[in-house]
């Protein structure tokens, strides 16, 4: 790769919040966050699972990948869409059903916060929820590689 991947190519557009980095990353101006443009499981996962897609991550020259919390990933639901919720110019391929956040639940140990992209809301499951859900890993936009 030729180019550095924290320097995204279109960031001279003003108000632009998304911006492809051309690796399968999306750098997210707004929030200071890098994205996994795709979802990293074919198949729904427990968190125990989760975390460790993450953690195994090698995308965009970056190693440092984990799950968002839920106020990172909550913000990347539109609510004005539905099946996806979600811009899917930049999160083209996104599962209708729900995602991992590694935000605990305060009134509910030990559930974890999950987003629902194919109708942008939130709610909480057990870790080790048979029916699991789906993994979009995240970083911090400028940490070091």
Request: hydrophobic share 40%; aromatic share 12%; charged share 20%.
């Amino acid at each position: 790769m030729t180019s550095d991947a924290t320097t995204p190519r279109t960031a001279q557009v003003p108000g632009l919040r998304f911006i492809d980095n051309g690796d399968g990353t999306v750098s997210d101006v707004h929030l200071g966050l890098m994205w996994s443009r795709g979802t990293l499981n074919e198949r729904e996962v427990g968190y125990a699972a989760a975390e460790r897609l993450c953690a195994d991550l090698r995308l965009g020259g970056f190693s440092d990948w984990r799950l968002p919390t839920i106020e990172q990933l909550f913000a990347l639901a539109d609510r004005t869409r539905s099946e996806p919720a979600i811009d899917t110019a930049v999160f083209s391929v996104t599962r209708l059903d729900w995602y991992w956040s590694r935000t605990p639940s305060a009134w509910a140990p030990p559930a974890y916060w999950i987003v629902s992209f194919g109708n942008g809301l939130a709610s909480y499951t057990a870790p080790d929820n048979y029916l699991g859900g789906y993994v979009r890993a995240s970083r911090p936009l400028q940490a070091d590689r």
